[in-house]
Each structure stands twice: as structure tokens, then as C-alpha cells.
């Protein structure tokens, strides 16, 4: 089955650590996105990526970072440097056909710092 | 900086009652306007949005788009307690620096009394 996977579904982080949160999607899409999401609001946007070797910082990078070293895969690293990391982590991707297509999103990582 | 705004962040009704869901964007290339149903996890796609004034249908659900105003809605007649959720709006840009980008709005929490 097609699909996005992220895991792990829950993580504890204790203050002043990073952590690495995986994305991974087998739908053959070129495009895939991070988003943040607070409790009772709506997504926000940390980084996207149109291509393999390729991203863009979204619109709450700070403290955040990516990678996307295969078409497959991309994670996210909550680092030390993010103030208040605790949410609940969206990964989506789509087909990179200008807009023209729906995201499909993971089932979410919920990360608390402890 | 591209923006979606949706209103009200928040309502409640009783069952049977229609609601509209608004949301009014800026966005400098725009491609599609999304509509997805968050009820605990990951959000499902409801209906996606080109072109102005042609109404997207599914059961009771329905959704328009106004390019030149700058603004969709998501109307649900007869609700149901299962239409409890939380409603997101999203807005691809297809142009420039922000090309690919995928930005949601905050969210319309929507809750149905029996």
C-alpha cells in the first residue's frame, strides 16, 4: 500500500537535545513538506522540498533543519535552538505539478520535551 | 508573505444546522485552493479549487472559489456530530521564490451537539 510513513508516533526529548523526526513516503512524490501543528490551531509551515538536494525554509524555520538526500525520505531535527518544540509534527508530500494536486499527510509525531 | 486566513477560528451548532467555513488568502502566484478535514490525526482531503465560481460538491458538503475577491467556502448542510473536526484551508503558491509552497490557514474548529 501507498502511503506516507512517519515515525516515531510519540517522542520525549529532554531540554537542550536534538532530535531527528522521520518522514518517509512511497508515493513517488517529488514534493514533500514539514508542518507544525499547536493544540486547537491550524499547520504551520517549517520547510518544504520540490527535489532530491533541494529545500526551502518555511515560514517558522528558526531552530529547525532538514534534509533530503532521497526522493523517499525526509526527515526533520528539532534542535536545541528551538525555544518551545513541543507539538505535534505533520509531514505531507504531493506530486510536483505546480499545484495541481492534493498533499497527502502522515499520521503525525507527537514531541514533547520533558 | 503568503497568508490564509479562515473564520470563525471556532463554532458550535446543533445537528441539522448548515455552517459556512470561510477563508480569504494572499498569495502572490496562486495555483489551488485545498480544503481538509482534521479529526485526530492526519487530515483528509475534502475538495481542491482553480477556478472561480465553480461549486465543488460531495454529499453535503460543498466548496467555492472567488479569484477575484480573494476568498473560498466550505459549506456543510443538515450537519452530523461526525462532521465535528477541525477544518483547514490551504492555498499552493506556483510562482517564484515561493514556488511549491503550500501554506494552510488556522483552522476552524467546528463542533456538532446532538
Known amino acids: 500500500d501507498g502511503g506516507i510513513t512517519q515515525s516515531p508516533k510519540y517522542l520525549f526529548r529532554k531540554e537542550g537535545q536534538n532530535v531527528t523526526l522521520s518522514c518517509e513516503q512511497n508515493l513517488n512524490h517529488d514534493a514533500m513538506y514539514w508542518y507544525r501543528q499547536d493544540p486547537g490551531q491550524g499547520l504551520r509551515l517549517i520547510y518544504y522540498?520540490?527535489?532530491?538536494?533541494?529545500?526551502q525554509k518555511g515560514d517558522i524555520a528558526e531552530g529547525y533543519s532538514v534534509s533530503r538526500e532521497k526522493k523517499e525520505s525526509f526527515p526533520l531535527t528539532v534542535t536545541s535552538a528551538q525555544k518551545n518544540p513541543t507539538a505535534f509534527y505533520l509531514c505531507?508530500?504531493?506530486?510536483?505539478?505546480?499545484?495541481?494536486?492534493?498533499?497527502?499527510f502522515g499520521q503525525g509525531t507527537r514531541l514533547t520535551v520533558v | 508573505e503568503d497568508k490564509v486566513v479562515q473564520s470563525p477560528l471556532s463554532l458550535v451548532v446543533h445537528e441539522g444546522d448548515t455552517v459556512t467555513l470561510n477563508c480569504s488568502y494572499e498569495v502572490t502566484n496562486f495555483r489551488s485552493l485545498l480544503w481538509y478535514k482534521q479529526e485526530k490525526k492526519a487530515p483528509t482531503f475534502l475538495f481542491m479549487l482553480?477556478?472561480?465560481?465553480i461549486e465543488k460538491k460531495s454529499g453535503r458538503l460543498s466548496s467555492i472559489l472567488d479569484k477575484k475577491e480573494l476568498f473560498s467556502i466550505l459549506n456543510i448542510t443538515a450537519t452530523q456530530t461526525g462532521d465535528s473536526a477541525i477544518y483547514l484551508c490551504a492555498v499552493f503558491n506556483a510562482g517564484g521564490t515561493s514556488y511549491g509552497k503550500l501554506t494552510f490557514g488556522q483552522g476552524t474548529i467546528l463542533t456538532v451537539h446532538p
Open positions: 482553480t477556478s472561480s465560481g
Open positions: 505531507a508530500s504531493s506530486h510536483r505539478d505546480r499545484g495541481h494536486t492534493e498533499a497527502f
Open positions: 522540498s520540490q527535489i532530491v538536494n533541494d529545500f
